[in-house]
């Protein structure tokens, strides 16, 4: 069923073909405000770091994908003998190797590098294995402008023998939601626009996941895992090319609108693991939750129902995130 399920995907049609406008989005201060802001996500990096200063302590530490570089200075403070933070924006190294300078962190202990691990020969300063891979990696339904693939590489390139990935576990979970009113303001909203019908909008406007924070209410059924990641094993094509049958059992009667993608992010190298999660059920990130919303009427559910389906995952190509 699941490869029947991949064939029937139609292909894809994509007008936006520069890479460049989707990683220059990194270079808009107000993503990384977003980000910074962020206490649930930062303060669980924050633990898992100094609290494990033990871990850090003299090691030679990559921040691959480092955007200001807050995991690289979490490591310096942590007591890191070397710190290499790669960035493949100009702008965010520069920017980053000032704030490091302003908070007393010369290149000696916490470098800038503008580059990709596919872009550069080697690291500076004769490195050639790390103890410790950082890296805040993740996006909007996980894998959205995810740079996990880049953090792989860095994995496979640099990372030592019994080396460690901070942090190392990554699941997406799914479940039903209920959201009536929103489907009426903005999917049936187009069989009526100034008295014009724009009914041949509403396919489109389905096929886009919504961005958005759900109240955990609104959950029709209980999770389940569609996607398990190891960072210290997994490879690229196991997030990006994903394909995972799930069961969802119904906690209540309702009519489900819309299926509500979150996830969740553990560091199990912590003498004491340390997890968020970006669930309805959760504190609020800046990753919010993302919904599928289904096409035609809801589907009728009673407790103790289960819901079948199947979902897949694929990148657009190899120049997009």
């Known amino acids: 069923q699941l490869e029947a399920f991949l064939r029937d995907w139609p292909a894809l049609s994509l007008t936006a073909s520069s890479a460049d406008y989707y990683f220059n989005s990194y270079n808009h201060y107000g993503v990384h405000e977003d980000v910074l802001k962020d206490v649930v996500t930062g303060g669980a990096y924050m633990q898992a770091i100094l609290q494990n200063a033990h871990l850090f302590r003299g090691a030679t530490v990559l921040d691959a994908c480092a955007g200001l570089g807050v995991c690289a200075l979490l490591a310096a403070k942590a007591g890191a003998k070397r710190v290499i933070a790669l960035e493949a924006q100009q702008e965010l190294v520069d920017m980053g190797s000032r704030v490091a300078l302003r908070n007393g962190y010369g290149p000696e202990v916490l470098e800038f590098v503008c580059g990709m691990p596919d872009s550069i020969d080697a690291l500076p300063g004769g490195v050639e294995a790390v103890d410790i891979i950082l890296s805040e990696w993740m996006g909007y339904f996980l894998m959205y402008e995810s740079r996990l693939s880049e953090v792989l590489r860095a994995r496979d390139r640099w990372l030592k023998p019994g080396g460690l990935m901070f942090p190392d576990r990554a699941k997406l979970y799914i479940a039903a939601m209920e959201d009536a009113p929103y489907k009426e303001r903005h999917l049936a909203y187009y069989d009526h626009v100034w008295g014009f019908d724009f009914s041949p909008m509403k396919a489109p406007a389905h096929g886009e996941p919504v961005v958005n924070a759900f109240d955990q209410s609104q959950l029709v059924s209980s999770p389940a895992c569609v996607l398990d990641l190891n960072l210290l094993t997994c490879k690229a094509e196991d997030c990006f090319q994903m394909a995972s049958s799930f069961q969802l059992s119904c906690r209540r009667a309702g009519a489900?609108?819309?299926?509500?993608?979150?996830?969740?992010?553990?560091?199990?190298?912590?003498?004491?693991?340390?997890?968020?999660?970006?669930?309805?059920?959760?504190?609020?990130?800046?990753?919010?939750?993302?919904?599928?919303?289904?096409?035609?009427?809801?589907?009728?559910a009673k407790a103790g129902d289960r819901l079948r389906g199947m979902i897949a995952v694929r990148r657009a190509s190899e120049q997009r995130r």
């Open 256 to 300: 489900a609108h819309a299926l509500l993608a979150w996830f969740e992010i553990r560091f199990g190298a912590c003498h004491k693991p340390i997890a968020f999660a970006t669930g309805p059920h959760s504190p609020a990130t800046c990753w919010k939750q993302t919904a599928f919303f289904l096409h035609g009427p809801p589907l009728a």
